[in-house]
């Protein structure tokens, strides 16, 4: 313990002499307080960083999807004139070039024929349908396509095969990573 005192006297000597408890000469100039400078943000803005903002503020809502239907006459695949015109006015109307649109093609068909004709068929009515639209600049990769064959029974075509004779377009809005 002895040995400690004289330790701890001269380590609070140092600290002593150490402290400026002197005050400043009359007419000397004070030294500058320490300061800090904040940027502030213009009124009405956030101030919160842009990509804190960004992960905070929730997406806008997706556009409703939307569906349309080609015809097709019997045992047809190619596009008539009217039907490319009804898709330019769909790839218009909704943008679908848009990277956010993704396309589901069905082909279908009407009773007349047999399935494995049918289910061919509809897979070539889809097809025309895709290659117009990827010339029209909508990428493939975003287009799927199923060939249904003959549609289930619906109340709304029976009444006309060649309601059944087409390809029904749905294309939805996604999200990246989607």
């Keep these: 313990m ?3 005192f004289p330790t701890l006297l001269g380590v609070g000597l ?7 408890r002197s005050e ?21 803005a956030s101030i ?14 997706l556009p409703d999807p939307v569906e349309a239907r080609v015809l097709f006459g019997l ?18 109307g909704k943008a679908l070039t848009d ?3 993704h396309l589901t093609l069905t082909g279908r068909t009407d009773a007349s024929g047999d399935l494995e004709t049918n289910e061919r068929v509809a897979r070539e009515r889809a097809e ?22 003959e549609p289930e029974a619906d109340p709304e075509t029976a009444a006309s095969p060649m309601q059944n004779r087409r390809v029904d ?10």
């Design 14 to 20: 140092i600290v002593s002499a150490c402290q400026d």
């Design 99 to 101: 990277g956010h649109w």
């Design 169 to 178: 377009i749905r294309a939805e809005a996604r999200r990246d990573g989607d």
């Design 24 to 44: 400043p000469a009359p007419g000397a100039a004070e030294p500058p307080e320490p300061r800090i400078e904040v940027e502030t943000p213009p009124e009405g």
């Design 75 to 92: 045992g047809a695949t190619r596009l008539t004139d009217e039907a490319r015109a009804m898709l330019d006015a769909l790839i218009a």
């Design 128 to 149: 025309a349908v895709r290659d117009y639209l990827v010339d029209k600049g909508i990428t493939a990769d975003r287009i799927a396509i199923i060939a249904a064959g």
């Design 2 to 4: 002895r040995a400690l």
């Design 48 to 61: 919160m960083r842009p990509e804190v903002l960004a992960e905070a503020e929730s997406p806008a809502p």
